[in-house]
């Protein structure tokens, strides 16, 4: 299976939809499925850490499936486009610590499904991109756009935030209250990933950072020699 997901990974798009098909076929299964793969802080505390990474694909309902899901495949076929290596590297970046990073940060949050932290992730992967691009080809028309892309996501989430609803899917209606600081969290993975998977000496840096099976999939992309060993231990992590 990790095999075929690295064959998949190396070619553009296909990581997107695999991605992106997983939350569609965990939608179609029974509801106790994705009642026993949803972020659940008890679960999580009482040694179902699993339950950390699986979460993302899970959520309250299809209007939150079809934003949730639409958004990352076109994010992510983008990204995939244009900057392939920062891709891989946000959002391997962003799946293992997002969860973790909530759990550890809202104590207060019982259950949490969804995918729309990652899409904040690879929206900030392809704004830092164009950004990048605008900046150093001193294209001031793209730098403009990209800017005021990037104030409307915080002018979103600091409504959702006083609000208490999402903007795009009727939250009330699906019985859940949007996470602000986990669209934040995932924009700032997006950008440290965009920079880590830029850089020359992104090895260490994902040495450091990302668990042994990420790195193994992400040293694969890049295509470059890995460490020898890695002894870092990773876990694997709404209202």
Known sequence: MTNWFI???RRPADASLLLATIAVASALTPSSLADAI?????????GQVYRLITCQWTHWGNEHLVWDAATFLVLGFACERRCHRQFFAALLLAVEFLPAAIFLLLPKLEFYRGLSALDCTLFAVLATDLLRDGIWQRRCGRTIVV??????????????????????????????????LAHLLGAAAGIAGYFFGSCAGC???CTTLLAPTSWKLF????????????SFRSVGAKF
Do not use: H, M, W
Not at 40 to 45: I, P, Q
Not at 152 to 175: H, Y
Not at 221 to 228: D, S
């Open 7 to 9: 064959a998949a990974a």
């Open 203 to 205: 090895i260490d840096c």
């Open 38 to 46: 949803q972020y659940d802080r008890a679960a999580v505390l009482s």
């Open 219 to 230: 040293r694969s992309v890049q295509n470059v020699p890995g460490p020898a060993k890695i």
């Open 147 to 180: 800017g005021t892309f990037f104030g409307g996501f915080l002018i979103k989430t600091g409504i959702e935030a006083l609000t208490g609803r999402s903007v795009f899917v009727d939250s009330a209606a699906a019985g859940f209250a949007p996470v602000p």
